[in-house]
């Protein structure tokens, strides 16, 4: 069981660190090795996805991450930019499909900022398209042209997608349902992009081939406005790569945090690359204080969907419902009468556990 860790910038090193943790405290073996990804490997070798990296994540059976940008880098140019090492390393494995599953810990019910009613027993899959859509279509840029009888700074980006990349997600999300409660609600803008048209087409097309599961659209606006008024309605959601970004970070705070929110991005194979949802966090970076629950839990997921450890997977989970049920509490997830807790104590709490 070979895993690539990839601690990357901000809070990505300490948050890594409390799941390299907890991975070394289960009874199994597992070969680690480190390497740069993002602005750190920008910083050693001009590259935000350097060969070095690129030969041990396509060796690995799974790559664990942290979190990578910061605005040291936002200014770079593109291509020398840690996002571009993510999308890089993304594409060149072919993890197509990202799976943020939003599941409220009743512990948090009254972390999250909607009323505890709407989001007790929240348990709803996103599944993401995570290899195309405008993130990775040409042509783009940002260039002079003559527009409107002007010439004028020009910036564009294209949104495309093949049915077979549509096809496949929509599969992913399909067979995700059927183990669970057999929902799949497909979210597009079919209504002004042809592209999400498409999507909507071949969304049914797939639904014909589960007639088990059923399948629902949804006008991605409107499904912003209904995560925050009744997420339990649903089960599975699946969508493209932008969308998918931004439903999921809204579905984060469903949960309490966005320091909450694992995500494993598979492959055919499910070979997977394994990190939190969120960013490196600049502004509470090297302070100790953020979240590793997120990091912990995709720890989890990689031994669920890589390794084939089910029960290993649950014992991790378990013991992360029991931290939150003895009151430990890093600063995002904070109530008054509960213990406020750093990273690493947060992460002797889940070995404790363990
Ligand atoms: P962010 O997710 O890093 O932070 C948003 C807010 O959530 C901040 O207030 C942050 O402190 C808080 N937060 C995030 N994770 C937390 C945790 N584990 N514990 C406690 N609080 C947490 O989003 P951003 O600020 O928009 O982006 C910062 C940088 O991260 C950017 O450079 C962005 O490109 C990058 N980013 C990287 C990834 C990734 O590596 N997968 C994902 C998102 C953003
Ligand atoms: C995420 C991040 C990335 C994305 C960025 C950092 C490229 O926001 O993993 O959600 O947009 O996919
Ligand atoms: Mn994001």
Redesign the pocket.
């Known amino acids: 069981m070979k895993i690539c860790v990839l601690p990357?910038?901000?809070?990505?090193p300490e948050?890594t660190a409390e799941a390299v943790r907890v991975l070394n405290a289960l009874d199994l073996k597992f070969e680690m090795e480190e390497a740069l990804l993002?602005g750190c490997a920008v910083d050693a070798t001009g590259n935000p996805y350097p060969e070095a990296t690129q030969k041990l994540a396509q060796a690995a059976d799974a790559v664990l991450?942290?979190?990578?940008?910061?605005?040291k880098?936002?200014s770079y140019p593109r291509e020398q930019r840690?996002?571009r090492g993510?999308l890089g390393i993304r594409k060149q494995l072919g993890l197509f499909a990202n799976l943020r599953p939003a599941i409220l810990y009743p512990e948090l019910a009254n972390a999250s900022t909607l009323k505890p009613e709407v989001v007790a027993g929240l348990d709803i899959l996103i599944v993401r398209e995570l290899t195309g859509d405008i993130y990775f279509g040409q042509p783009r840029g940002i260039e002079m042209r003559d527009v409107d009888g002007k010439h004028q700074r020009f910036g564009f980006n294209t949104m495309h997608y093949t049915e077979s990349e549509i096809r496949r997600i929509l599969r992913v999300a399909f067979d995700a349902a059927k183990k669970r409660n057999k929902r799949v609600c497909s979210v597009d803008k079919m209504n002004v992009l042809e592209c999400t048209q498409l999507w909507r087409d071949v969304a049914i097309e797939v639904g014909a081939e589960y007639p088990d599961v059923e399948l629902s659209h949804m006008l991605v606006d409107n499904a912003a406005m209904q995560l925050v008024k009744n997420p339990k309605q649903f089960d599975v959601m699946v969508t493209g790569n932008m969308f998918g970004d931004i439903l999921s970070?809204e579905a984060s705070m469903l949960t309490g945090?966005?320091?909450m929110l694992p995500s494993a991005s598979l492959d055919e194979n499910n070979k997977g690359l394994y990190?939190?949802?969120?960013?490196?966090?600049?502004?509470?970076a090297g302070k100790g204080?953020?979240?590793?629950?997120?990091?912990i839990l995709s720890a989890a997921m990689m031994l669920r969907y890589t390794f084939n450890q089910e029960a290993v997977a649950q014992r991790i989970e378990g013991a992360v419902k029991k931290v939150l049920a003895q009151g430990f509490r890093?600063?995002?997830i904070y109530e008054s009468g509960m213990k406020r807790v750093g990273t690493r104590e947060m992460g002797d709490a889940v070995l404790a556990v363990l």
Request: glycine letters at 24%; proline letters at 12%; hydrophobic letters at 35%.
């Open positions: 990357g910038d901000g809070i990505g948050i993002g991450l942290g979190a990578v940008g910061g605005p880098w936002d840690p996002e993510l970070d945090s966005i320091g990190e939190p949802s969120h960013g490196s966090a600049p502004d509470i204080v953020a979240n590793p629950l997120a990091t890093t600063g995002d």
